[in-house]
T-cell receptor
């Protein structure tokens, strides 16, 4: 079974630029999550999708972050414009039930 | 609301010694509890989970954790540490019936040869 795929693995951008991350969940998983992991901290949920609908985006900074999950499969997370404090690892995860989420390897973003 | 507190951001143990990583939770509803491991430049891998069945949960790589409601704890243990156990470990909680995970700040485990 293929795992959660994310790209790119690494990205370096200047502040005020825009960036997009892509996630392909495990086939058949209805729920998809984006987490932000700042160095030295635990992951923090940014947004949760159920199929192509948003379940929870309460911690998503909507003035600069946006996410979509077209057709209930792949998802993209965008930051525009980026700030220095957005430097983090962005983790995508998917799940088929309530008991386990499978994580991708993450995208490490550095904003300079 | 749910939260977890991991005591000790860094833990060092000798190879072959007992591993004990501490996690205390707070939840207004029956919790689901998880331990994840993260190796450098990797995503998170599930070690074990508690979902209201047996209070002693066995996971992969010889790890286990015991749910203690009276102490609101879910500590992770392994009888004998191996060099390959060196990693970052995260405790997480979700509310019954809700998949959203709330993570602790993590504990970095170092194994001394």
């Amino acid at each position: 079974e293929a795992g959660v795929a994310q790209s790119p693995r690494y990205k370096i951008i200047e502040k005020r630029q825009s960036v997009a991350f892509w996630c392909n969940p495990i086939s058949g998983h209805a729920t998809l999550y984006w987490y932000q992991q700042i160095l030295g901290q635990g992951p923090k949920l940014l947004i949760q999708f159920q199929n192509n609908g948003v379940v929870d985006d309460s911690q998503l900074p909507k003035d600069r972050f946006s996410a979509e999950r077209l057709k209930g499969v792949d998802s993209t997370l965008k930051i525009q414009p980026a700030k220095l404090e957005d430097s983090a690892v962005y983790l995508c995860a998917s799940s088929a039930d309530l008991a386990e989420a499978f994580f991708g390897q993450g995208t490490r973003l550095t904003v300079v | 609301a749910q939260s977890v507190t991991q005591l000790g951001s860094h833990v060092s143990v000798s190879e072959g010694a007992l591993v004990l990583l501490r996690c205390n939770y707070s939840s207004s509803v029956p919790p689901y509890l998880f331990w994840y491991v993260q190796y450098p430049n990797q995503g998170l891998q599930l070690l074990l989970k508690y979902t209201s069945a047996a209070t002693l949960v066995k996971g992969i790589n010889g790890f286990e954790a015991e749910f203690k409601k009276s102490e609101t704890s879910f500590h992770l243990t392994k009888p004998s540490a191996h060099m390959s156990d060196a990693a970052e470990y995260f405790c997480a909680v979700s509310a019954f019936g809700n998949e959203k995970l709330t993570f602790g700040t993590g504990t970095r485990l170092t194994i001394i040869p």
